[in-house]
């Protein structure tokens, strides 16, 4: 019995690896609670901060290493395909928000890591937030990139509409990016896990948060309210929430602007002042909200 398993995981780790790998980051597998799981990490750079990149809905990891790999020469980089996704393997069921936060923590369990610091986009927010949620030791900061769920995505068709308007404002070739990975989730499992997603309490679980908090924003973004509002529930609630506005982008801001996202990430972990890439005009962005606590800047 253990053979035949240990012969299809292998059969499914030939399958699911290209000839040519996605990034400059090692690719690399492991197996938790008897499924494959797909990750990528970085050479570690010494005494690096932990950073893990966790993706979104229907996606797999790929779409994030651009912001990743800019991120690798100083932190230890670990951009898992949460099971079920990508090209990691898949549970009998299908998993819901908490069952990702769990996976998640397997994941590091699994890599020996204690603690880190989480990136998320998308999806990838409210699965930070639940892990946040039943693991707050293990979590030193968090950085939530268009934070997708709550009531701004209800009922499905609207979130599948504000899906559909996203498309068409990034970049085409996230489409030559995601399209075989929502091809590989299929069909029954979007509307399960797109439906656990819009009924997530986002807002709730970010105001419990106790981390030092960066919440990127895109002005382009359809699955989110405008930055004023916001801004405006952020400021009703002393919290740890640090609020960035990146002007031009939509929803996949790992992808379609890693070096304006990556600059603030590093201002962030830093607790330095948010400012524009000196000498990028193109680079725009805006602090909105700083919560009661959150660290203030160094200067």
Not at 179 to 207: C, E, H, I, N, W
Request: charged share 25%; glycine share 8%; proline share 9%.
């Amino acid at each position: 019995m253990v053979k035949n398993a240990e012969k299809a995981s292998y059969r499914h780790r030939a399958r699911m690896t290209p000839r040519r790998p996605a990034s400059g980051l090692a690719e690399r597998w492991t197996m938790i609670d008897g499924v494959d799981v797909f990750y990528r990490e970085s050479a570690n750079p010494p005494d690096a901060r932990v950073m893990t990149h966790l993706h979104g809905f229907g996606l797999s990891g790929r779409y994030l290493l651009p912001t990743a790999e800019l991120l690798a020469d100083e932190f230890h980089t670990l951009v898992p395909d949460l099971p079920g996704f990508g090209r990691s393997g898949k549970f009998g069921i299908g998993l819901d928000i908490p069952d990702l936060a769990h996976a998640a923590a397997r994941f590091l369990d699994d890599r020996g890591i204690a603690s880190t610091s989480l990136v998320g986009n998308s999806m990838g927010c409210p699965v930070i937030l639940e892990f946040a949620h039943h693991y707050p030791e293990r979590i030193e900061r968090a950085v939530l990139v268009s934070p997708a769920g709550g009531i701004h995505n209800q009922p499905l068709r609207r979130a599948v509409g504000q899906l559909a308007t996203d498309g068409g404002r990034e970049p085409r070739k996230m489409i030559t990016v995601a399209t075989p990975d929502y091809l590989r989730f299929g069909v029954p499992s979007t509307f399960k896990m797109f439906r656990a997603l819009t009924q997530y309490p986002s807002l709730q679980r970010l105001l419990e948060l106790n981390v030092p908090t960066l919440v990127v924003l895109g002005t382009r973004d359809p699955l989110l309210p405008g930055p004023a509002r916001i801004k405006e529930v952020a400021s009703q609630d002393e919290n740890h929430v640090l609020i960035v506005v990146l002007d031009g982008a939509a929803h996949a801001i790992n992808f379609s602007h890693p070096k304006e996202l990556a600059h603030v990430i590093r201002l962030f972990m830093d607790d330095r002042p948010i400012v524009d890439i000196p000498g990028s005009p193109d680079a725009r962005v805006i602090e909105i909200h700083r919560g009661e606590h959150h660290p203030r800047p160094k200067e």
